[in-house]
């Protein structure tokens, strides 16, 4: 694969486990130098997908031939957001490549919300779940944007979901969050058009992540890997789309919201 990106600075969000770790992987493979964030130290063990963030990141960087920092910081929280964006600058240089990945349909006390639908789920995990996917887009993005907006230059990569689409009796509050989510890079975009800087949101679908596999029943002949379309995605096809969105075929693209999930919602967003 060319390093495309050699040089540039990109900051994953959420990338310790699943989507994050694939979106880290390809950026340092393209030849970017990679903040690695996480919520938690022990957060890739948490589904067998590693042991710590502090080996994950070592990991990558020395896998792909490329600078990691690895970065701890609750998201939801203002002045963490600005400390994790503080810390990657100070450690790699200036971000080129925001992949926002943290999120999740999680209740305050952890695990799922229940009951999870839109009438009977408690008050405190409406917030938890806004907090976690929402408010914590709209924090790393400020804190991120306002880098770029000087340097006038920069790609921005929000992670929504398909459930952003269509309606959820189960998950409401999430397919809400996501849908917010959706709509606040449209803004972002909007606004930062004329410094050069792209805004786009990445929506997987099923996608065979150590939580996804770890956390339901899965039907075993959706894990197969070619000859249908109907099928759980892997998470390799998923981070490829980021390179779209951040390398040289992207420059013209922006606030647009991409569907990655083998067609299952064929419908106008």
């Known amino acids: 694969m060319s390093r495309l990106l050699e040089g540039k600075v990109a900051l994953v969000t959420g990338a310790g486990r699943g989507l994050g770790r694939a979106f880290a992987e390809h950026l340092a493979k393209l030849g970017c130098h990679v903040g690695v964030h996480g919520l938690r130290e022990n957060g890739p063990s948490e589904y067998g997908e590693g042991t710590t963030l502090t080996h994950t990141a070592a990991e990558i960087a020395t896998a792909y031939s490329t600078k990691t920092y690895r970065v701890l910081g609750d998201l939801t929280v203002e002045a963490d ?5 503080q810390e990657v600058t100070s450690e790699l240089g200036p971000i080129d490549i925001l992949v926002h ?51 006038r230059q920069g790609r921005i990569i929000t992670i929504s979901s398909i459930a952003a689409f269509r309606g959820n009796a189960n998950s409401a509050i999430y397919s809400t969050a996501k849908a917010a989510v959706v709509e606040y890079t449209r803004c972002l975009a909007e606004q930062l058009r004329p410094y050069e800087v792209t805004c786009n949101s990445l929506a997987p679908g099923d996608t ?29 096809e998923v981070a490829q789309v980021v390179e779209f ?25």
């Open 81 to 85: 957001a600005a400390r994790v964006v």
């Open 101 to 151: 990945s943290a999120g999740g349909d999680i209740a305050a006390a952890g695990g799922k919300p229940n009951p999870n639908d839109a009438v009977m789920i408690k008050a405190i995990d409406v917030r938890s779940v806004l907090d976690r996917n929402l408010m914590s887009t709209i924090h790393i993005c400020q804190q991120v944007a306002r880098g770029m907006m000087e340097r």
């Open 208 to 236: 065979r992540t150590g939580r996804y596999l770890g956390t339901r029943t899965v039907d075993q002949s959706r894990l197969v890997e070619a000859g249908t379309l109907d099928r759980i995605g892997l998470v390799e």
């Open 245 to 269: 969105f951040a390398g040289p075929l992207g420059q013209f693209v922006t606030g647009q919201a991409l569907r990655v999930d083998g067609g299952s919602q064929i419908w106008p967003a």
